[in-house]
């Protein structure tokens, strides 16, 4: 675990340098933003008199130079400081903690299904190159990998919502119900199941085709040729010897495409109406309020290495090759 | 003559490739002797790795095979693993590189020979202590890249060995290795075969290599047996002027054999 | 045998062109046979499908016109898709370029700019850039491809640093070519296939993303697109669903077509290798 260990801990460090590239970025979006924000509070307030409009310029710092605004945004954002949000009037910081738990039920569960899932459906494909159930697999993956998140959305609540009244069309849970414990994770986990079917199939399928193209390439290799000279049974040498390795690249992935999820949430949010980290940002944009719109990427920024760390962890604990040095014996 | 364990009758196999198909072995009549040590020598392409896998029986589905093999020695058709054993030419892409070296050694015992968990377990430390690997108990958990490329194959040749197969097949086992290597490898193999007395083809380029340990000498070319016979007389008198060519381009006598012949 | 030839042999290949023929069509139509603006009213509202002939697929809550809705969008998701994938081809076979042929601190900046883009959810970034900056097509272009040359821009990189040891950049360095002359002249152009390989996911992932921003309301919002019209449809899911999920079919048989055209060019390269 140590050389796993080493390994997160330096990709963490050089990881610091990329954050602050993304602080400078939205730094900037904010400065294109920014001259119009005080104007936009004022007018939001009714207009307001010459005294609170030059203090709200100082607290922007819209009386220094760039630079200074540069160092003040980034020393503030050191100090966990991510500004006030006008639209909700309260501290950014508190309302991303606030909505950031929907997002990561949502991101988890939708991440959870789509990866078991796709490799489970991968294997069956993959077990068989070329077979019935390869090509049925390859062109279901194919069609579902083209439909768009917040459509099938839609799609999926008219029909085990509206119409067949399986599930709940919206929220995260039942308002005011009064529901504790396991009676009130049942009901979070009956809101999820649409949202997270429409933000995770995409990534099944994914999942699945990366999963069958890797098994094709596996099954080319020396090791498994060695496997089927010991007379293993077919499933094992499925199992424990091609899709095992096979896996490896599946779980980069993984983190790969935490951003693009993230990003995915935000639509899913939307058509669902669950008050997640997302939906924060779309009501953001709605509000034009960009302060908190630059909190909300910086912190999914950070967000993403973080779970980039954790799946850096998780492939040194499945590829025994990471991080090694010189032989061991 | 000793019994007979297999005995290769009209046997070919053809790939095929784009529209035609290419025959990587004709018509090979070829017996295997119980217990003996043959030695399939030829150049790059003569379809001695095909020889060795119709012999498993692990030939790529596509592979088309006429012929027949008989197991005269066996009471049943080869089971894999069982009753044939293999060992590759490259012991860095023959092992699963994440998978334990003990489960890998222990998974052909388990499966063949019926052996639980621990049991299989205690199997593939025997082995490896067998094939010499140095502090055994760790080698277990360890995993193929902590190793050498000569420890790698003395591995591979413990998971060959695993279920106590009848038939040791190795498919130039020490091409992929320098030559201090290379000896220490076909030496363990010679003392393996000797005390399980289990019949071993093995598979190489190198004539000098060959004759170094051979019982008898089998020359392939293009697809066909060229000839067959005991290692003295295939060397002192060669019925085939390719036979002959091979033996005057290898065998060098200034250089010391690798091992001496029993 | 002729490429086209190998590409025709690949059914998915034949399925993709013929979809995203079909699609070419309806968009080089739309201003010929709907030249009124579909953003016009023209009737009820929510005729149904059907229901009149000289309004084939009825109209929708406002009384617009949903047929030429439809066809006006494949014209703007097919613009905007394939304009943000060039884009983002373009700056990332050039900026990936650049890195690979620096090397030094130059290439160490840059790959960390392009970790820096990969780290934030590019949805959100796009979001972000349309809201601060107005949303209006070539923005929304711009938005698309900020989140998308990445890709490209690693794998450029990536082949430049091994063309750069070859024999004719060594030639040219000897014949004293400038050395911005020999990474556009000589390196890039052979960087570039496989980037373009990445073409059909990069357009695939634009026409998503534009359809996804007009769904939230950050479209254009003097053009149609099926985003927009998706979004229009949901007021009233239950009562008219065919507002709705028509133009999503249009999107998914869109991007299903730019994968097969995609599968099928990449097989017909990859037999061609093979013949060589
Ligand atoms: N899977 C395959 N598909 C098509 N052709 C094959 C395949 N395997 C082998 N061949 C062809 O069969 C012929 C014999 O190959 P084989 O591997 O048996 O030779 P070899 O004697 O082992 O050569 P080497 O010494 O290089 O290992 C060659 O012409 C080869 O191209
Ligand atoms: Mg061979």
Redesign the pocket.
Known sequence: MNRALKLVGRRAVSSIPVLLIVVVGTFFLLELASGDAVDAYLVSLGGGDAELARSLRESYGLDRSPLHRLWLYTSSLARLDLGWSVAFNRPILDLILERLPNTLWLMGSATAMAFALGTLLGILAGARPGSAADRVLSIGSLALYAVPSFWLGLVLSLIFAVQLRWFPTAGIETIASGKTGLDRALDISRHLVLPVCALGFIYLALFLRMMRAGMAEVWRQDFVLAARAKGLARSRIVLSHVARNALLPLVTMLGLQAATMLGGSVVIESVFAIPGFGRLAHEAVAARDAPLLMGIIVSSAVLVVLVNLLVDLAYAALDPRVGAGEPAS | MTSLLAELRGLS?S???AGRT????REVHLDIAMGERLAII????????????ALASIL?P??RLAGRIDWPGLARAPVAGRDVGFVF?DPGSSLNPVMRIGEQVAEGARRHLGLGRSAGLERALSLLQRVRIPDPEAALRGYPHQFSGGQRQRIAIACAIAARPRLLIA??PTSALDMVVQAEIVRLLDGLVREEGMTLVF?T?DIGLASGFADRIAV?RD?ALVEAGATREILAKPAQAYTRSLIAAHIDFASPRLIEPA | MSFLARFLRSPEGVAGLLLLACLLAMALLAPVLFPRDPLSIVGRPLIPPFADWSLPLGTDRLGRDVLAGLMHGARTSLLVGISAAVVALAAGAVIGTLAGFAAGWLDEALMRVVDAFQIVPPFLLALAFVSVVGASLPVIVLAIALGAWTGAARLARAEVLSIRERDYVAAARVIGMHPLEIAFKEVLPNALPPVLALTSVIVAGAVLTEAALSFLGLGDPNTVTWGSMIAEGRNVLRTAPFLSIVPGLGLVLTVLGVYLLGEGLVEALARKRRRQ
């Not at chain 2, 030829?42 to 896998?53: H, N, V, Y």
Request: without cysteine; charged residues 15%.
């Open positions: 196999v790939y095929p490739t290419a025959f990587a072995l030829g150049e790059s392409g003569s379809g001695k790795t095909t020889l060795a896998l790529p596509q592979a030419q498919d130039e598979i380029h392939f697809g």
